[in-house]
């Protein structure tokens, strides 16, 4: 497990709400929340891996995803049920807002 | 009215987001939420007035509050039922968050 993930106390709203408040890391959070866990590389297309680092770590460091080594690859998940417990309602809420914006 | 309020329907949610991350502005937001229309030079101390202004911009800009001339003053309310309408119980869901980050 890479170290830099906050323990569930430690969550900070700012920091959830500053991770959410891109639209590429939506993108990859609303795909995790569909899709459940998935690889580094199978999310999003056509960003370099580069840029997408720098988004995992705001992802991470916030405490919204979990990621893990896994052979060459990590793995992506988010942590729903630590949001969960420190925020209740939160993460739903935003993924039923982001729905609602797209007419889904 | 300033003229750069957004309509209802053109309440983004990274907009909202945005100006939700940022512990000043969240600030403005609870005060407002606890105690109604305030206005500007009443709701925080210490801060310089072109700091402030550019709070209000965001907040203005977003959706999140409505920000109208009063004499020399400016009259700030949040815009509760315009986003609850946009994005039902998004706002409630994050000052009880912040509530409960502040272990209220």
New interface residues.
């Given amino acids: 497990m890479i170290d830099t993930h906050p323990d569930r106390d430690q969550i900070?709203?700012?920091d959830v709400?500053?991770a959410?408040?891109?639209?590429l890391r939506?993108t990859i959070v609303r795909a995790l929340a569909t899709g459940g866990e998935q690889s580094c590389g199978s999310i999003v297309e056509g960003v370099s891996k580069s840029t997408l680092t720098r988004h995992w770590r705001v992802l991470r460091d916030s405490g919204v995803i979990w990621q893990q080594p896994s052979g060459r690859e990590n793995l992506l998940s988010l942590r729903h049920d630590d949001l969960e417990a420190?925020?209740?309602?939160?993460l739903d809420?935003?993924l039923?807002?982001?729905d609602?914006?797209d007419g889904r």
């Fill in positions: 900070q709203l700012q709400l500053s959410l408040a891109n639209p939506m420190r925020f209740p309602g939160l809420t935003i039923a807002a982001a609602r914006e």
